[in-house]
């Protein structure tokens, strides 16, 4: 089968197109064909190595995290998924392999496909889904009646998050283009800011949480604004001594961890605020929970229109880098 493949961590890493073998699967596993892989910035973050302290890949290593497809054979152990099912999933970090044509997966970490997507608009749900779900759930530990604010979410992670929080009982506040205002406040926001017109920070004040999806240079901003004692949740800006431990890491981990984010800690601190970041794992358990809000809100994640295949694959990649993709950008089998 073909498979887009790692060989070598770099800055500026290509990935390569190999003919490899279709994967064996154990008794608690399914083979999966892939009919569409979703292209994340997580790929960049693998293949540049910022991610060997949590993963370190045996190279070459089958690239790809979110997958939609149907099963082909089941272990012997599972159960809950049968032979033609129609799944989702994001794939267990240690066990990535998305970019195939065929991916051998843990039956715990998939789920069948909510019944109002298709395998393209379903490539899009999963890890943006469960990153929103496991960000407020189990990060924010957010309840019903506080507000949560999100800084350009608008893009694709927003079109998960805010129908989940909403479903919460949150209020939701976010900044974006004009052009996605609409769209943004038709999928339940209650307050969008037009950030080339409004600067959030001179705008908002005692919310309960911000999920960052900005990075470093947002922090002091987003800081500014939460109240004292709340929350501040970071998609990219990089782990700190409290992931580790969450994580049950090693005690060096925790060191080196403690080490990198020990500026994010020290502003959170001097505003009574924490700071903590997420690296989203897989559960079909929580996947299952997520397809009921998402039928029950009929969301459909946007994609972008530019067709891609695997021999396309660091175009792909490219446009997820540095161009300005119009919703998810995927690969078709």
């Given at each position: 089968?073909?498979?887009?493949?790692?060989?070598?961590?770099?800055?500026?890493?290509?990935?390569?197109?190999?003919?490899?073998?279709?994967?064996?699967?154990?008794?608690?596993?399914?083979?999966?064909?892939?009919?569409?892989?979703?292209?994340?910035?997580?790929?960049?973050?693998?293949?540049?190595?910022?991610?060997?302290?949590?993963?370190?890949?045996?190279?070459?290593?089958?690239?790809?995290?979110?997958?939609?497809?149907?099963?082909?054979?089941?272990?012997?152990?599972?159960?809950?998924?049968?032979?033609?099912?129609?799944?989702?999933?994001?794939?267990?970090?240690?066990?990535?392999?998305?970019?195939?044509?065929?991916?051998?997966?843990?039956?715990?970490?998939?789920?069948?496909?909510?019944?109002?997507?298709?395998?393209?608009?379903?490539?899009?749900?999963?890890?943006?889904?469960?990153?929103?779900?496991?960000?407020?759930?189990?990060?924010?530990?957010?309840?019903?009646?506080?507000?949560?604010?999100?800084?350009?979410?608008?893009?694709?992670?927003?079109?998960?998050?805010?129908?989940?929080?909403?479903?919460?009982?949150?209020?939701?506040?976010?900044?974006?283009?004009?052009?996605?205002?609409?769209?943004?406040?038709?999928?339940?926001?209650?307050?969008?800011?037009?950030?080339?017109?409004?600067?959030?920070?001179?705008?908002?004040?005692?919310?309960?949480?911000?999920?960052?999806?900005?990075?470093?240079?947002?922090?002091?901003?987003?800081?500014?604004?939460?109240?004292?004692?709340?929350?501040?949740?970071?998609?990219?800006?990089?782990?700190?001594?409290?992931?580790?431990?969450?994580?049950?890491?090693?005690?060096?981990?925790?060191?080196?961890?403690?080490?990198a984010g020990r500026k994010f800690d020290k502003q959170a601190a001097e505003k009574d605020v924490e700071y903590h970041f997420i690296f989203v794992r897989s559960s079909g358990t929580q996947l299952a929970a997520l397809t009921k809000i998402i039928?029950?809100?009929?969301?459909?994640?946007?994609?972008?229109?530019?067709?891609?295949?695997?021999?396309?694959?660091?175009?792909?990649?490219?446009?997820?880098?540095?161009?300005?993709?119009?919703?998810?950008?995927?690969?078709?089998?």
């Open positions: 089968m073909k498979a887009a493949q790692l060989e070598k961590y770099a800055k500026n890493y290509q990935l390569v197109v190999n003919n490899i073998p279709i994967p064996a699967i154990n008794e608690n596993e399914v083979l999966v064909r892939v009919k569409v892989a979703a292209v994340n910035p997580l790929e960049n973050l693998i293949g540049s190595g910022s991610l060997r302290l949590l993963q370190n890949y045996s190279l070459p290593q089958t690239m790809g995290n979110e997958i939609t497809g149907i099963v082909e054979k089941i272990g012997s152990n599972v159960r809950a998924i049968n032979v033609g099912d129609k799944v989702y999933s994001r794939l267990p970090m240690q066990t990535i392999g998305g970019f195939a044509e065929y991916v051998a997966v843990d039956a715990n970490a998939i789920s069948l496909l909510p019944a109002n997507l298709d395998f393209v608009s379903g490539a899009a749900a999963a890890l943006t889904g469960l990153t929103a779900y496991q960000g407020l759930r189990e990060e924010l530990k957010a309840k019903s009646g506080q507000t949560v604010f999100i800084p350009g979410g608008s893009g694709s992670f927003g079109q998960m998050a805010i129908p989940i929080a909403k479903n919460m009982g949150l209020t939701v506040i976010v900044s974006g283009s004009a052009a996605a205002k609409e769209r943004t406040l038709a999928i339940g926001a209650d307050q969008y800011l037009d950030f080339k017109r409004e600067n959030y920070w001179e705008v908002l004040k005692d919310v309960d949480f911000v999920i960052d999806t900005r990075g470093p240079n947002e922090i002091d901003h987003e800081l500014s604004i939460i109240k004292p004692g709340g929350r501040l949740l970071s998609l990219i800006a990089g782990p700190n001594k409290r992931f580790a431990v969450d994580h049950h890491l090693s005690w060096m981990k925790r060191m080196l961890f403690g080490f039928e029950a809100n009929r969301i459909i994640p946007a994609i972008d229109a530019t067709e891609f295949h695997i021999e396309d694959i660091n175009e792909a990649i490219k446009l997820v880098t540095s161009g300005h993709p119009k919703g998810k950008v995927v690969i078709k089998f």
